[in-house]
């Protein structure tokens, strides 16, 4: 292997050295182009492989400090675990019914969307809108405060309001709760 490469390096010589010093000045700068270019590129290919690298590193540092902070994590989660019923997760039909009840107790006037249930692996969430017009703010904060006796099993993911000069608003509450879905070969 080493002959051969040395007989290819003595015929590249010979046929470099048999043209003119014109034909060699061009030959170089042929040669010097393509350099050129070969670096830029890797230049290229270089600076990608760094700004890779620039993001591992922020996702380490992001990773060690989830997990420098995961006992505070656990002790928290372990806090709401003590206060989590699962017996209490509200299914659809529990939470049209919840609704139309806070809402009725609130004495608004208003419209339900068929429920939603979208799975989650483990959870099944089903969500609603609720609609009510020309309401007052009492009523309004009064199905809130009725609503939020059931959290963390119901909860309000959106509340869009619009008033009117008489003091009355309408509303449009996105309200959402999660149960267990069954397991499965059960």
């Not at 809402?103 to 692996?121: E, K, M, P, R, V």
């Not at 609503?147 to 608003?169: Q, R």
Request: with cysteine; glycine share 4%; aromatic share 12%.
């Amino acid at each position: 292997m080493k002959r051969e490469l040395k007989k290819l390096f003595g015929k590249a010589r010979f046929w470099y050295e048999s043209k003119s010093a014109r034909e060699r000045f061009m030959i170089l700068g042929v040669a010097w182009i393509l350099l050129f270019l070969w670096f830029t590129a890797l230049s290229g290919k270089t600076r990608h492989l760094f700004g890779a690298s620039a993001g591992l590193d922020k996702r380490e540092e992001l990773a060690r400090l989830v997990i420098s902070q995961s006992p505070k994590i656990q002790k928290k989660l372990d806090n709401c675990l003590k206060k989590f019923d699962p017996s209490r997760t509200v299914s659809s039909i529990n939470l049209q019914i919840f609704s139309e009840n806070c809402a009725q107790d609130a004495d608004l006037s208003y419209s339900l969307s068929s429920i939603t249930t979208n799975d989650a692996g483990r959870f099944k969430i089903n969500n609603l809108t609720l609609s009510c017009s020309k309401a007052s703010m009492d009523s309004l904060a009064k199905f809130e405060d009725r609503l939020s006796e059931y959290e963390p099993y119901i909860s309000v993911s959106k509340a869009v309001f619009d008033g009117d000069s008489k003091g009355n608003a309408s509303a449009r509450y996105s309200i959402s709760s999660f149960e267990f879905a069954p397991e499965e070969g059960k």
